[in-house]
């Protein structure tokens, strides 16, 4: 599938609007699955993705040629996803300073999304999926990232800290520490039932 995305890729780049067309069709839903677990919102999701698809036709002329674009695709979602996450803390921000009365909390991006359920595989157990998934919302956006990345999406180590910009050591101990957290967390959860 990588020649295919580099193939795509090299002619889109050279002008050949076909190419995206397939490209676009071949990538979107990865990206779109990825992005809709680290938003949590299906509709901030597709949004984020056109967003994606905007920066990346933007800055294709700076894509090495040859090199599978996947890697340099999912930098620029997540990218995309951490500017909006900064833009609504701002936001939020400014509408708490502009109010009487204290700051309302801070909350995560959007709240739960209905299709990541439907992304994840099918389980013989919906609660321990549910389970699962909670337990996953609930961990530091890092080691989420790096268990999304390298679980769900089934990037290699290297391929998650060269979306992510950082070395695949951090991106090990990022994961190490997502799957301790989200053990103990449904250890929790089974030793309740």
Do not use: C, N
């Not at 779109?32 to 994606?52: H, I, S």
């Amino acid at each position: 599938m990588a020649a295919d995305d580099i193939e795509l890729m090299g002619r889109y780049v050279a002008g050949d609007a076909h190419a995206f067309r397939q490209l676009y069709r071949h990538v979107a839903p990865r990206l779109l699955g990825y992005l809709a677990r680290m938003a949590k919102d299906r509709a901030l999701a597709e949004d984020l993705l056109q967003l994606t698809f905007l920066k990346a036709h933007r800055a294709r002329k700076a894509y090495v040629r040859g090199a599978d674009p996947m890697p340099w695709l999912y930098a620029i979602a997540r990218h995309a996803f951490l500017d909006e996450v900064r833009k609504r803390k701002r936001a939020k921000v400014e509408l708490s300073r502009s109010e009487s009365g204290p700051p309302e909390p801070r909350a995560h991006v959007t709240g739960q999304p209905e299709d990541v359920a439907a992304d994840a595989e099918p389980s013989h157990d919906p609660a321990l999926a549910q389970a699962a998934l909670a337990a996953l919302q609930s961990l530091p956006p890092s080691q989420r990232e790096a268990i999304i990345l390298t679980k769900l999406d089934g990037k290699s180590i290297a391929e998650a800290a060269a979306i992510t910009g950082t070395t695949p050591g951090a991106m090990k101990v990022r994961a190490h520490r997502g799957y301790v957290a989200l053990r103990k967390a449904l250890g929790a959860e089974g030793g309740r039932s």
